[in-house]
């Protein structure tokens, strides 16, 4: 608790305004001349290396907007014309909620350059040093991964690759290929994985921090995504899941539904996460709440689950009660078991992964801020499941389809299904989408690099609970019908989202640069094609 005190107050000193083309250099900040002496002095510069942990406009609500919404799994759940732009391929990148994430992406990569560069020389101890820069190297991997996601592609060019070499002012053009970023950042995640040790739960000052199978893990990820651009990236892909697989440091949990509770923050599914808790941490379990829940909480209601993701999953698959809430499913609510109707819910259903924390009587595990609707429990990020299905596309892509049956039955049999045999690409994306449902950079950016357009395009639909009748006594809206036998009523199908026809892969795969970061570039930066 004390580190991650620690660690709030860095995030709020260290959030500032980028007037420069990536990062302006903060004002106050220590230099070479008085910092740079001490371990004291590493391991404070390695803890300013988390602000995205606390930052709603990365992990909170941000990146998820660009992430979630877009897709054919969720909708806006309610009015907001910012979220709706987003969702309707009309925004311009520079909204209060995503105007941030390229600059506070490139403020993680300026501290991790001045780790790289400054602690090498130092005369401290030895696993300090290559902890400090093995989290150094982790954080700018993972801060190019995931800007190459959003921004990148080969039509507008890559991420300008800023390393630690660069000291001054710059102002660097970007590579004509995103290939350029991803293999920048996995030189990063290689280096981190030569440098850091495997998790160990006991070792209580290294929670949150990275590790060994959390450099791999994301180094697959990254050729995942660069194989779209260079086949040769598969190969990798099964390397290192490999690697991970036989370090026998992580597995599975034995249920999918208790992958996402408090109890296993820091379990063997666990590669990476946002820590949370009561003080701080990732805001997307109260963002994608009901929209006020219930009169109990701040819900901010922003992520609706579709029909079309309801009912994409196999009949008897366990995910899909563990994952998504419909009407009149029983769930744990501030103490109590109630079932779930929704009178402002614009598709009828709700996500219920994260949900456990709101399950205990007086908040307990939540923050008491509603406009900081942290909780206890941590944000997954990259999980073992992950690994398994990285692992089985890539043999599908080489070898053809039941190439990767061995890794997707482990995935079916934990979800309850029968194993399969001879399971094609479709197969594979079908389990994709049950089992990482309603977690950043998943479904969208898998559709993209599928090239699965007439999903994106199509019209969504939900069940309203128009009509149900909520208890309203002593003048507090509970929230819940009044009766049980409401719960037998059966709503219509509605069309809550239209198609939309304006979709073109080439452009809106990739998010526009905020103008900021363009109007300071000097001429370096020039808008994504088509935005």
């Not at 592609?153 to 300008?160: K, V």
């Not at 009660?321 to 079932?339: H, M, N, Q, V, W």
């Amino acid at each position: 608790m004390k580190k991650y005190i620690i660690l709030l107050l860095v995030v709020l000193f260290g959030l500032i305004s980028c007037e420069d083309f990536l990062v302006e250099e903060p004002k106050g900040e220590p230099t070479n001349a008085n910092f740079w002496k001490t371990e004291a002095d590493v391991i404070s510069a390695t803890t300013a290396l988390y602000i995205f942990n606390d930052f709603q406009g990365i992990y909170g609500r941000g990146m998820n907007l660009y992430s979630l919404v877009p897709s054919d799994d969720f909708v806006v759940g309610k009015p907001k014309s910012q979220i709706e732009e987003i969702k309707d391929f009309i925004t311009s990148g520079n909204g209060s909620y995503t105007r941030d994430i390229w600059p506070m992406h490139f403020i993680v990569v300026k501290r991790a350059n001045d780790i790289i560069r400054n602690v090498p020389d130092l005369d401290i101890n030895p696993d300090i040093k290559n902890f400090a820069l093995g989290e150094a190297y982790f954080m700018r991997g993972l801060a190019y991964f995931q800007l190459s996601l959003l921004y990148g592609d080969n039509n507008s060019g890559g991420i300008p690759i800023v390393d630690e070499t660069i000291t001054e002012d710059f102002f660097i053009e970007r590579p004509a290929s995103v290939s350029t970023s991803y293999e920048f950042a996995a030189q990063s995640f290689e280096r981190a994985a030569e440098l850091l040790p495997y998790f160990d739960g006991a070792n209580n000052d290294r929670l949150g921090r990275p590790h060994k199978n959390a450099a791999l893990g994301y180094l697959a990820r990254v050729h995942l995504h660069n194989a779209e651009f260079d086949t040769n990236s598969w190969d990798t892909v099964i390397t290192v899941c490999n690697e991970v697989i036989n370090s026998s440091k992580n597995a599975l949990e034995t249920n999918f539904k208790d992958a996402f509770k408090i109890a296993n923050n820091w379990g063997s599914e666990y590669l990476w996460s946002v820590p949370s808790n009561t003080i701080g941490g990732s805001m997307f379990a109260g963002a994608s709440l009901e929209n006020r829940a219930w009169g109990k909480y701040n819900g901010w209601g922003y992520f609706a689950p579709t029909l079309e993701l309801y009912e994409s999953y196999e009949a008897g698959d366990e995910r899909r009660d563990a994952t998504l809430l419909a009407f009149g499913d029983d769930f744990e609510f501030f103490g109590s078991t109630r079932k779930y109707a929704s009178a402002n819910n614009l598709t009828g259903f709700q996500l219920k992964k994260y949900l456990e924390p709101y399950g205990y009587a007086n908040a307990v595990q939540l923050n008491p801020n509603g406009d900081h609707p942290s909780t206890n429990l941590n944000l997954p990020l990259l999980r073992y499941s992950h690994i398994l299905l990285m692992k089985a596309e890539a043999l599908i892509m080489k070898n053809g389809a039941g190439a990767g049956d061995t890794e997707i039955n482990l995935i079916r049999a934990r979800a309850g299904l029968v194993a399969k045999t001879g399971a094609t690409l479709e197969d594979l994306k079908s389990e994709r989408r049950a089992e990482f449902a309603g977690e950043l950079l998943g479904r969208y950016e898998d559709l993209c690099r599928w090239g699965d357009v007439s999903k994106i395009k199509e019209s969504l639909h939900g069940k309203r609970h128009i009509g149900v009748v909520f208890d309203t006594a002593d003048g507090v809206n509970k929230g819940f019908p009044i009766t049980s036998t409401d719960f037998t009523e059966i709503f219509p199908t509605t069309e809550v989202w239209q198609e939309r026809n304006n979709f073109i892969l080439e452009t809106h795969r990739i998010w526009p640069i905020p103008a900021n970061a363009i109007d300071t570039s000097r001429g370096a930066l020039s808008q994504n094609i088509g935005w």
